[in-house]
């Protein structure tokens, strides 16, 4: 039976001030493990690990010579897409059918959706020879439907499988086993996600309640080390033979035979003891999970005479001969409108025309699906000239929505659902009064997305987002467009109520 073993494996990236892991003993069996943690724990650099892109400092990793990782970022088509496109195997053909791979995506990933790229990339990963297939956010940008395919492709993989995703019907419909990454901890349960979730709440609400103890036995020891200091106090005035007549032998050696027999050393030893129980009782308590203030108070003031913002009815070419109609649609201060729709319907380029349209008076906030590295690097090297009043106010409004400010801050390789977090606090800075979000939920792990969720409730500008996370949809918009075929060569827009 193939397997991955993880022995005192440590890694620090050049950058960063701590080690992102220390010490991780871990195991992966064959059948799929779910890797779960908030963004910027380290699952994407665990895979990249096991994948031997990064070399670790200490420990060592063995059962991964055969390694296939199918990153998250859909920007750079596989090398060996072509390769695989070209291959007429029974396997291939079932691989591409399973897919819905068409034969004439190839040379064409610029123009794919990025739906239509995940399921290609995918296609190409489960073609290659491997014991360990590692998948990185597989279902980002996929709509239901193309979820669904997804699902029952990896299921048909007998290796190693390792998904690290934010899907929760994915995780649970592949995962034998679950690791959480949580507070520098490698947590691993023979369980489904849901089922590991379930234990995990049991062990923080006991650790929530060894932390309260610990609380009040932390208070009652700084009591007892202020008692034990001011006896040492008092034991060092009665020991000393300051203010002592220099005539008065008697009581100079009563003192001595005092220090002698030890008698001025007792408090002292007593506060020690305390002083070192404070200590470690402060350690373990900070070993404890912390808990960050979260969620976004937005408070600038939304130029309501900007709206309502309107397109009128038209239609646009999105490629070839297809085209998308739409009727006149319009957008409200305090609506929130999700766009819906299958991949590959126009969504994002309805966005782009949207915007396109829009008078130049509006002050909006645009985050595209895929954030690339050049927009990355600049993003950090903008984060470089601001001042510490702004940045200070950027990166509280990071760590409000689930991430660790000040690791971000020491980092040059964030991951893409901390530069998303970036790209969304910096945008919030300048107090839009419209938000226009482009898959917001891609990338983020699943308390972040509840945190971005229930922050753009509170939201009282307008927003419009596309997105295939139902639950999302659900429970953020005021209205929905909905995209779908009518006809071969043409998408239309309803919108729904």
Same mark, same amino acid.
């Given at each position: 039976m193939n397997s991955v073993k993880i022995r005192n494996l440590s890694y620090?990236?050049?950058?960063?001030?701590?080690?992102?892991? !220390?010490?991780?003993?871990?195991d992966f069996e064959e059948g799929w493990s779910c890797v779960t943690g908030i963004n910027g724990s380290g699952k994407s650099t665990l895979l990249k690990l096991i994948s031997k892109e990064l070399k670790s400092e200490k420990g060592m990793i063995t059962g991964n010579d055969l390694v296939v990782y199918c990153a998250q970022n859909t920007e750079f088509a596989p090398l060996e897409l072509e390769e695989f496109m070209m291959t007429y195997t029974k396997e291939a053909y079932k691989l591409r059918d399973l897919l819905k791979v068409k034969d004439e995506w190839l040379g064409t990933w610029d123009v794919l959706s990025h739906g239509e790229r995940k399921r290609l990339q995918l296609a190409v990963a489960l073609a290659s020879d491997s014991d360990v297939l590692m998948v990185d956010e597989p279902t980002n940008h996929l709509d239901t439907h193309s979820q669904s395919i997804v699902t029952e492709a990896l299921k048909s993989y007998k290796g190693v499988g390792i998904l690290v995703s934010h899907?929760?019907?994915?995780?649970?419909?592949?995962?034998?086993?679950?690791?959480?990454?949580?507070?520098?901890?490698?947590?691993?349960?023979?369980?489904?996600?849901?089922?590991?979730?379930?234990?995990?709440?049991? &062990?923080? !609400?006991?650790?929530?309640?060894?932390? !309260?103890?610990?609380?009040?036995?932390l208070k009652k020891l700084a009591k007892a080390v202020q008692v034990?200091?001011?006896?040492?106090?008092?034991?060092?005035?009665?020991?000393?033979?300051?203010g002592?007549?220099?005539?008065?032998?008697?009581?100079?050696?009563?003192?001595?035979?005092?220090?002698?027999?030890?008698?001025?050393?007792?408090?002292?030893?007593?506060?020690?003891?305390?002083? &070192?129980?404070?200590?470690?009782?402060?350690?373990?308590?900070?070993?404890?999970?912390?808990?960050?203030? &979260?969620?976004?108070?937005?408070?600038?003031?939304?130029?309501?005479?900007?709206?309502?913002?309107?397109?009128?009815?038209?239609?646009?070419?999105?490629?070839?001969?297809?085209?998308?109609?739409?009727?006149?649609?319009s957008?409200?201060?305090?609506?929130?409108?999700?766009?819906s729709g299958e991949n590959g319907v126009g969504k994002s380029s309805f966005i782009t025309h949207f915007m396109q349209m829009m008078d130049y008076e509006h002050d909006y906030l645009y985050i595209s699906q895929e954030i690339t590295d050049r927009q990355a690097a600049l993003l950090f090297e903008e984060l470089k000239h601001l001042d510490s009043d702004k940045k200070g106010e950027l990166f509280t409004l990071v760590q409000r929505l689930g991430s660790d400010a000040k690791a971000l801050l020491n980092?040059?390789?964030?991951?893409?659902?901390e530069m998303r977090k970036l790209l969304i606090a910096q945008g919030l800075l300048q107090q839009p009064s419209l938000i226009i979000l482009d898959e917001p939920t891609n990338h983020m792990d699943l308390e972040s997305i509840e945190l971005l969720e229930s922050s753009l409730k509170e939201y009282k500008g307008a927003l419009l987002f596309i997105t295939h996370d139902k639950t999302f949809l659900e429970n953020l918009s005021t209205k929905q467009w909905l995209f779908q075929k009518s006809e071969p060569q043409c998408y239309t827009v309803e919108e729904l109520l």
């Open positions: 620090k990236y050049a950058s960063a001030a701590e080690a992102i892991f !220390s010490g991780i003993n871990l899907d929760r019907t994915l995780l649970d419909a592949l995962s034998k086993h679950t690791v959480m990454i949580k507070a520098g901890e490698i947590l691993k349960y023979r369980s489904t996600f849901s089922l590991a979730g379930q234990a995990y709440d049991e &062990t923080l !609400s006991h650790k929530k309640k060894v932390l !309260s103890e610990q609380e009040h036995e034990q200091r001011e006896k040492v106090s008092l034991a060092k005035k009665k020991f000393s033979k300051k002592v007549g220099r005539f008065d032998s008697s009581l100079k050696e009563k003192i001595n035979g005092a220090i002698l027999t030890g008698k001025d050393k007792n408090d002292g030893q007593v506060l020690q003891r305390t002083l &070192t129980k404070q200590r470690q009782l402060s350690q373990n308590m900070g070993k404890l999970s912390k808990e960050y203030a &979260t969620g976004i108070i937005f408070e600038g003031k939304i130029a309501k005479h900007n709206f309502p913002i309107s397109i009128e009815k038209s239609c646009i070419n999105l490629f070839e001969s297809t085209r998308l109609c739409f009727p006149r649609l957008v409200d201060v305090g609506q929130k409108v999700g766009l980092s040059t390789v964030p991951s893409p659902g």
